[in-house]
Nanobody, 121 residues
């Protein structure tokens, strides 16, 4: 299993970013995928997940601002982030345990290397 995130960067408060996670080594369309972030203050925090059946779930504080999606033809997971706030500053990881359903937690088996998102003026 390989997960490779990209798309992070520096953005001003109120700005937008789209993260991508290219996946390989498993049958992508049969697996739920998640975004988890790590901050110095809060540690690991589950952000969003999307099931094999395209059902998405979100952390309450990002609902309405973040959108998780998947492209099964490209084996790629996305996180569209809008109205970014300084509290969204974190390293964002793509993660899975190869199950089909979303489980909002941080104890996943497989992780990418992470991509840094910094929200600052």
């Amino acid at each position: 299993v390989q997960l490779v995130e990209s798309g992070g960067g520096l953005v001003q408060p109120g700005g937008s970013l789209r993260l991508s996670c290219a996946a390989s080594g498993f049958t992508f369309e049969l697996v739920a995928l998640n975004w988890v972030r790590r901050t110095p203050g809060k540690g690991l925090e589950w952000v969003a997940g999307i099931s094999a059946g395209d059902i998405s779930e979100y952390l309450h504080s990002v609902k309405g601002r973040f959108t998780i999606s998947r492209d099964n033809a490209k084996n790629t997971l996305y996180l569209e982030m809008r109205s970014l706030q300084t509290d969204d500053t974190a390293v964002y990881y793509c993660a899975t345990d190869l199950r089909a359903w979303v489980s909002p937690r941080t104890g996943f088996t497989y992780w990418g290397q992470g991509t840094q998102v910094t929200v600052s003026s």
